[in-house]
DNA sequence: CATGGCAATGTAACCGGTTTCATGAAACCG
DNA sequence: CGGTTTCATGAAACCGGTTACATTGCCATG
């Protein structure tokens, strides 16, 4: 494993020259630029990463903070992989790279520092928070640090932290035209944890949608889940006595639990009771009698992840407003 | 940002000492390895990792390589999420970062060396790799290289490199052995690509199970498929005219794309075909009545490799067999 | 009481790059 | 033609650690 020194020698130049061949090529002579990379392909010469992190400060890593301990909320979810896959396929397209972060050692399992220690002991230049709503401090604390950080869903600002969102109220929206437009009068919902700003957003889209329409949401027609099957289902189930002809569900998983509940209950899909759900999880289109869904881009999210992060360390300020992905009506059978 | 010099300085002593406290403490004195302790604490330092990295040529970093190319096969498979989850936490219980690989970019798209150059530049520690079967040169590069692999799903050997994978042959059994216990006697199966390991296996342990039961598999009632929900549906339509009374899916996708082609012949599942799957992804429990499947255990998978990297990179030789994980049998409504 | 061994620590070389500053040669200018 | 720029390059400090080797003081031993 050849070093720049031993390069260096070989090609009769300074290491200094053999550093700038690679980082500012412009500046040095057409013909002892040919002849150092010519024979650093030779002898299979690579830059060493530490050692030029070590001199720069700037690793070419940006840092992916998910909290998979099973212990805390939000950290599998099933569209998460199509997310990473985008994010992943973006950052690499620039020379970066991805590291998933483990928790500080040296911190405890529950320190605010945990994440914020692991990013500056490794030079990290940059991070993608997923962490579903649940305002972790120790993710406050990388902001606060003025690390630059992209946080996925989630309504965090700073001066070095901006937000890549769906359009959850817009997608809301569509949901209820979509239900009116169907004629529905009799109309439910299942939303998501009410304090997660992805969940208010969805409600409020909504509620106002269907507030415009003159067929204002009653309190009693709304049950929240935890995005999960199982409270989907319960939500339902709370949500039948009230004999609605229609429901949004804020989330898919929620969508098909509340379809099992439709179904025990004896009735049909959507004959009886009409099902919306969101986000277009695989099942979605699987399920019969495949579920109508308002889509979220999750392509889109994790490459707009991708460059907003590489706008950053290139320089731009955090935007202030998270960045809005449209989301999409996708019809089938269930509406 | 505190340096070892600084710390040092603040406690009078030298920086070997500092360094010596946090990487063999046995041999500091208690009261100046509190002393630095304390201090460390005091001050927030942190050890540069590129430094140290730089110094030993450890990085504690595994490299994850998983060729997200959306022009390469095998990249997305619904239960890779679950698989890394596991690995992830696994590895970050031992202090192990998880680097996810952009090709090097000195190196083609198509190179050889595009995996193998970004692991010598970062001095990654050993890689997880994710490849679905096809048998990509710049992965067997790796292999050659002799840099510590842990492969999923995919027969690699080598002084350095060892497999994790189901026991896809066992499974195959299992499924046959179910659907022989159910009575059936005309039995199609729908395999993965021939190609490919774990299709072979699932297809020799069923085919096996069969024979031993005096029910040999013949070759007109076996088609292939991709893995992907369409290739069942296909491969589903061309197995109707054998009119089997039960099918084995080698993977669920597959299983419930062969469903839907059933539905479509206006048959009913399990009362004219009953099928079982493999995998036990998420959808299986969904679509009904439920598909019953071998499952695989994905969380097992991740925390094995995990071990099994770990095991190499403290100096154990790489097992020459695959570590081979259990599978069961999930019953559910469609056998 | 000299001696050898051990425990604790310090000194300094080294890991492999980047970058500031200095230098020499060539080009340019009036 | 002397003086000033400009261009290409080299020398050396520096980034922040690790570690082989040297040094010191202390204690047990013969």
Redesign the interface.
Known sequence: ?SSIKELARRCGVSVATVSRVFNTPEIVSPGTRRHVLDMAAEVGY??????R??ATKK?N?VG?V?D???RRPG??H?F???I??AL??A??AQ?????????D??AGPDSRQRFL??V????VDGVVIIDNGSRDPAVLALVDAEVPCVALDLRFTGPTCTSITSDNAGGGRLAAQHLIDRGHHRIATITGPPETWPAAERLAGFRAALTEAGQPLADADIASGDWY?DSGYAAMKRLLPRSPTAVFAAGDEMA?GAMRAIHEAGLRIPGDIAIIGFDDI??AA???PGLTTVAQDKTGIGTAAAEAIVAMLLGSPAPAEPTTLPTALITRGST
């Open positions: 494993m690579l830059p060493n990463e530490s050692a992190t070590l690793s890593m992916l998910w998979t301990d099973h950290w599998r099933p998460l992989q199509d990473l896959v992943k396929s950052l690499s020379g970066l790279h991805l590291l998933m972060l483990a928790p050692r040296g220690r692991a500056q002991r490794h030079n099957l098909v695989e099942v699987l399920v019969p």
